[in-house]
């Protein structure tokens, strides 16, 4: 079946350390998206990318780093510098920039 | 900068009951989703509403958008206990040609208890 995969559903880091989110479709949309959810709030967009080897800053980018090499691929590493990267982050993807977004089951992200 | 706002941001219903959770926003956009997402869960699209005057609906759910009054509504109908859930709205921002910047708004989102 097609669908976003999110992986490791669970990540915990260390101070001072980098982690990478994976996200990978095969619905063979153009457009991904990464978002941030806090408790109780709704989802901030953090970097999105609407074709291969090109992707845009959303409202939280600071902290963050994304590439896009592959259509499938959308990896988030959350650096050191993103000083509260406790969340869940969601990654969606779309067809094109015009239509519902699908989203992945998410990964809960703590620190240690 | 597009604000987009729900309230209630909590609502606790009986069932059999209707409500109405709205979403308002703040800047012309002709183009709103809505999505519900369940504990520790992902979201789940449940209407997209693309033009002023849309209505869609969905079992004991109908969603509606006024693009004049910047403010869309989902009703619930006869509310039972499989609706507890958080509902979200979300913006498609668009440019002045109308081409979607493609990136969504959320809003604070609604957490509905359906209870006996």
């Known amino acids: 079946d097609g669908g976003i995969t999110q992986s490791p559903k669970y990540l915990f880091r260390k101070e001072g350390q980098n982690v990478t989110l994976s996200c990978e479709q095969n619905?063979?949309?153009?457009?991904m998206y990464w978002y941030r959810q806090d408790p109780g709030q709704g989802l901030r967009l953090i970097y999105y990318?609407?074709?291969?080897?090109?992707?845009q800053k959303g409202d939280i980018a600071e902290g963050y780093s994304v590439s896009r090499e592959k259509k499938e691929s959308f990896p988030l590493t959350v650096t050191s510098a993103q000083k509260n990267p406790t969340a869940f982050y969601l990654c969606?993807?779309?067809?094109?920039?015009?239509?519902?977004?699908?989203f992945g089951d998410g990964t809960r992200l703590s620190i240690l | 900068e597009l604000k987009v706002e729900q309230n209630p941001l909590f609502l606790s219903m009986q069932e059999g009951k209707n409500y109405t959770i709205y979403c308002n926003y703040s800047?012309?956009?002709?183009?709103l989703y809505w999505y519900r997402q369940d504990p520790g869960k992902s979201l789940e699209s449940l209407f997209v509403?693309?033009?002023?005057?849309a209505v869609k609906q969905e079992g004991r759910l109908m969603a509606s958008l006024d693009t004049k009054a910047r403010l869309s509504t989902l009703h619930i109908t006869a509310a039972v206990h499989d609706l507890s859930a958080t509902y979200f709205c979300?913006?498609?921002?668009?440019?002045?040609?109308?081409?979607?910047?493609?990136?969504?708004?959320f809003g604070q989102g609604t957490i509905l208890t359906v209870h006996p």
């Open positions: 619905l063979n949309h153009d457009a």
């Open positions: 969606a993807s779309s067809i094109d920039r015009s239509l519902p977004q699908h």
């Open positions: 509403l693309l033009s002023n005057g």
């Open positions: 990318s609407q074709i291969v080897n090109d992707f």
């Open positions: 800047t012309t956009s002709d183009r």
């Open positions: 979300a913006v498609d921002l668009r440019n002045a040609g109308g081409t979607s910047y493609g990136k969504l708004t």
